[in-house]
């Protein structure tokens, strides 16, 4: 990190408010880039979730400037998405002060926890076409493409080049989600992996050594195990009577990006980094079709009617310990002991994680990561202090609190000598995972696209249509529908 960059010293004096709001009706979500009828001042739709918002320690002196954002979780500790921003405020004024500037900055933040995705998406874009929308959102990285189309977020790569050491120490694999077409408009908040899960115990009971047991993860980075071990190691405990028929592996039971590190793994493509078009590998999506079809009808290592099943009872059965294999986010690991109350001695005895295997010997192993960013909107009339301020809330004291506290890997390189991080076993041990990480596409159409990838994949679980067919009737589909912003390979 840079010298110039002045660290909080020790916490500020904050004010709490809290708005809380519960609505009768849930707004239907719009399709994410699209707007309110131009001319048309659309009220933001009323949050599903509880609302938080905290103000940073009053300016009494000065040039005072009012810079506002807005967090979401919708888990409810990641609340230090909007807390590094008001924590970061004392810093930002030190620096100010500093360089002989009257602004004085004072940060209002919200934080929404418990609600849906596609709410806040639609309260953010309604506020940005009526021009209302805050200084600095918060987003997946995939949220960045279509408000970057439709000119509600700006670029930020003249930001970046006036002030190189602000994220200087940001993993460089990160950057790639930043960007729509070499064009950077977002900066990383945080990231995870999405591991494979198992059991110990039942391993064991299967007749594996412990050594066997152990060494699992190192066999997978190596591509050594495969998921065709995966496979037929499942297959092998339903045999032995170790776990029930359809206990064996338990994918994302719904639509979402974990199902891409499976596509990935078969070679596949999602986006072209010259012309920024979607991309469809017609091989490996037929590879990735088939792998979901024999996992159910073929193998029986997963439930029949799973996809679109419930993603409680999905905790439940994995936490209860009767499924040997289970993929889920890193976040999951803490959600675990904190929401599903398994005792944290008693997970990190019977439950190990590794890399998405490889599909076959030799290949690379894989996992997915959808990190969450800060943007700064067209709308802010204090462009750089926002900036500025994003600057100083991506610190590795405060990076790695959040990390800590939401189970979430580190987003800066320095973070993994902050003693906070450094300190938590489970990230140190899963942050190697961002070395082999996969991102779904920065695109305005990515949500058409993924619509037709989930539909069709549900329907050959369901032994509805072959992968052969499957993959055909999808392409053509998706050919139809984003026409020239495709390629098929």
């Avoid at 934080?111 to 209302?132: N, R």
């Avoid at 977020?153 to 990160?174: H, K, T």
């Avoid at 700064?376 to 301020?389: D, G, K, M, P």
Wanted: hydrophobic share 40%; net charge negative; with cysteine.
């Amino acid at each position: 990190m840079s010298s110039s960059r002045i660290r909080m010293a020790a916490a500020i004096p904050l004010s709490l408010i809290f708005v809380m709001s519960a609505c009768t009706t849930t707004p239907s979500p719009v399709e994410e880039g699209s707007a309110a009828p131009s001319g048309t001042e659309a009220p933001a739709p009323e949050p599903t979730g509880v609302v938080e918002t905290r103000t940073s320690e009053e300016v009494t002196e000065g040039d005072v400037v009012n810079l506002t954002a807005w967090t979401m979780g919708p888990d409810a500790p990641s609340f230090f998405r909007r807390d590094n921003l008001i924590d970061a405020a004392a810093a930002l004024n030190e620096e100010l002060e500093a360089e002989g500037s009257d602004q004085r900055v004072v940060v209002e933040a919200s934080f929404e926890s418990g609600g849906q995705w596609a709410d806040y998406l639609q309260k953010v874009t309604l506020a940005a076409e009526s021009g209302q929308a805050p200084d600095i959102v918060l987003a997946g990285h995939e949220n960045m493409a279509p408000w970057a189309t439709a000119g509600y977020v700006i670029a930020l790569d003249d930001l970046l080049g006036q002030y190189p050491d602000a994220f200087a120490d940001v993993i460089d694999r990160l950057w790639d989600a930043m960007e729509l077409q070499g064009v950077t408009y977002a900066v990383p908040q945080d990231t995870e992996a999405r591991p494979m899960y198992y059991r110990k115990d039942l391993l064991a009971e299967l007749g594996w050594s412990e050594e066997d047991i152990e060494s699992l993860p190192d066999r997978v980075r190596s591509g050594e195990w495969t998921m065709q071990d995966l496979v037929q190691t499942a297959q092998e405990a339903v045999e032995a009577g170790v776990v029930d028929e359809g206990m064996g592996w338990y994918h994302r039971p719904t639509k979402g990006h974990d199902h891409y590190m499976f596509y990935y793994g078969n070679g596949g493509r999602m986006q072209d980094p010259e012309s920024g078009n979607l991309v469809i590998t017609r091989d490996a999506l037929e590879k990735h079709f088939q792998l979901h079809y024999d996992v159910v009808n073929t193998w029986n290592i997963t439930p029949p009617n799973f996809l679109g099943s419930d993603f409680r009872q999905w905790h439940e059965t994995v936490t209860s310990g009767t499924v040997l294999f289970a993929n889920a986010g890193t976040w999951t690991w803490a959600e675990w002991i904190n929401t599903y109350e398994v005792p944290e001695d008693e997970q990190w005895e019977n439950v190990g994680f590794m890399l998405i295997p490889a599909a076959e010997p030799g290949g690379e192993p894989t996992t997915l990561s959808h990190p969450l960013v800060y943007m700064v909107t067209e709308a802010s009339e204090n462009q750089e202090l926002a900036f500025r301020l994003l600057a100083h809330a991506s610190t590795p004291e405060l990076n790695s609190r959040h990390s800590v506290e939401s189970a979430h890997l580190a987003i800066l390189t320095t973070q993994a000598d902050d003693p906070t991080y450094a300190e938590d076993e489970f990230l140190t041990a899963t942050s190697y995972m961002s070395d082999y990480t996969t991102f779904i596409p920065n695109h305005p159409d990515y949500g058409a696209y993924d619509e037709v990838i989930f539909r069709f994949l549900s329907a050959v679980q369901a032994d509805e249509m072959s992968p052969a067919e499957a993959t055909e009737a999808a392409i053509q589909e998706l050919q139809a529908q984003l026409g020239d912003a495709l390629i098929v390979e």
